[in-house]
């Protein structure tokens, strides 16, 4: 059975930075997409960013280029979420999510998600 758990969250002032682990198991992953989203309260699901099973290639998006980095740790099945400089928009539930299908050229578009595996988010709260 596949379990996505994330971690790390918490509170954090404005400026502060944050690592969010995701932790898969059940299976290696090391052969599929897993990528980063968040929620902020009143508002739609977001795409943060996510990772290839190729070679280390990460995507982030425009929001939050230059703050943020994603990497994995595949002997770990792990997904990580570096968070620097943050802002109060910040704010949101971070979601971890596997691609169900491994392999794939495509990676790096939210819709590949839909379908995969998701864990129960960890909080992230920026204070002013």
């Known amino acids: 059975q596949v379990q996505v758990v994330e971690s790390g969250g918490g509170l954090v002032q404005a400026g502060g930075s944050l690592r969010l682990s995701c932790a898969a198991s059940?299976?290696?992953?090391?052969?599929?997409?897993m990528g980063w989203f968040r929620q902020a309260p009143g508002k739609e699901r977001e795409f943060v960013g996510a990772a290839s099973w190729i070679g280390g290639d990460t995507y982030v998006s425009d929001s939050v280029k230059g703050r943020f980095t994603i990497s994995r740790d595949d002997a770990k099945n792990a997904l990580f979420l570096q968070m620097t400089n943050l802002k109060p928009e910040d704010t949101a539930v971070y979601y971890c999510?596997?691609?169900?299908?491994?392999?794939?050229?495509?990676?790096?578009?939210?819709?590949?998600?839909?379908?995969?595996?998701w864990g129960q988010g960890t909080q992230v709260t920026v204070s002013p």
């Open positions: 999510a596997i691609r169900r299908n491994p392999y794939g050229s495509v990676w790096s578009r939210a819709s590949i998600y839909d379908d995969g595996y």
């Open positions: 059940g299976r290696s992953f090391s052969s599929y997409a």
